[in-house]
């Protein structure tokens, strides 16, 4: 999909959507490392710590958690809107 990665109103940046995406459309995977809750929670502490603004964890399942706030790729940008702008 096209897609454009900029400043957002909504969470510092974002990847927006440059054409119409259907439901069951595949956009962009989302990449970074898989995680268990208790490795995220140290994570995010360190994150803070560390003066890092943002984290982009991204919850899979119970037991996964990818995270991308290092190593992720353009995915980790994206949020959703309702409202088409």
Known sequence: KKLKFCKSHI?????????????????????????RQVIADM????????????????RVDHDTIIDATKCGNFARFINHSCNVS
């Open 11 to 35: 969470h510092d940046w974002g990847l927006f959507a440059m054409e119409p995406i259907a439901a069951d459309e595949m956009v962009i995977e989302y990449v970074g490392q898989n995680i």
């Open 43 to 58: 994570r995010e502490k360190r994150y803070e710590d560390e003066g890092i603004g943002s984290s982009y964890m991204f």
